[in-house]
């Protein structure tokens, strides 16, 4: 059973744009999620998260956006970087610090 | 303040062999939570450690076990060691209560052979 899914395995975009990465989730059971960075062969990096009471959160050029209603929430990265490049998993949390991981979606942000 | 660190970061054993991982939390952290990397599965959770207690376990056979000293330090070990549990090995620690943060070490790169 796949609690948390990232549809697109990979994603373009220009330096520069606005790049936005989706998640869909079935566990209603999740209180947070997180989206996490990750480099080959390197632990996950914490970028932003949201509570499943809310709707928003912003820090600086990333922005969760959580729909409830539609088991969804998307990461918008304005503008993006080259540094961006990497590998991006949402996952929720439940009982305690239990994260459930989606596949991942490999961003590639082109100078 | 430091962040989580784990040892060691690679490791070749063969298959049959038991391996221990280590994982030191961040300083003030309580709780240490274990995942797996693998191509074909993604990140799945192993168990989670508060207090020296077990608090949660995943979906994971009897051979992968944990434990947490005091220090919240904690260590996995994986016996009688099979060619799939070839993986990257993750640490996470976050704050006891409330904190949704889990804050990943670099992870120990297990191959067997």
């Known amino acids: 059973d796949q609690q948390v899914k990232q549809n697109s395995p990979s994603l373009s975009v220009q330096e520069g744009r606005i790049s936005i990465l989706n998640c869909d989730y079935t566990n209603s059971m999740f209180d947070y999620f997180l989206w996490y960075k990750k480099y080959p062969a390197e632990g996950p990096t914490f970028l932003i998260s949201?509570?499943?009471?809310?709707d928003k959160n912003e820090d600086g050029r990333f922005t969760v956006f959580l729909n409830k209603s539609a088991k969804h929430l998307s990461l918008h990265i304005v503008p993006s970087q080259p540094g961006d490049s990497a590998v991006y998993f949402c996952a929720g949390r439940t009982s305690g610090s239990r994260l459930t991981f989606g596949e991942g979606t490999q961003l590639t942000v082109n100078p | 303040k430091a962040g989580v660190t784990q040892t060691p970061r690679y490791l070749i054993k063969t298959r049959g062999q038991q391996v221990t991982l280590s994982c030191s939390p961040i300083?003030?952290?309580?709780?240490v939570s274990w995942y797996q990397q693998t191509p074909g599965q993604g990140l799945q959770f192993l168990f989670e450690y508060f207090s020296e207690t077990q608090r949660n376990k995943g979906n994971f056979p009897g051979r992968f076990s944990g434990r947490q000293f005091s220090n919240s330090r904690s260590e996995m070990n994986v016996s009688t060691l099979e060619l799939g549990d070839s993986a990257l090995y993750l640490c996470a620690s976050s704050t006891p209560t409330g904190e949704e943060t889990q804050y990943f070490g670099p992870g120990t790169r297990l191959l067997v052979l």
């Open positions: 300083s003030g952290h309580r709780s």
């Open positions: 949201i509570s499943s009471i809310k």
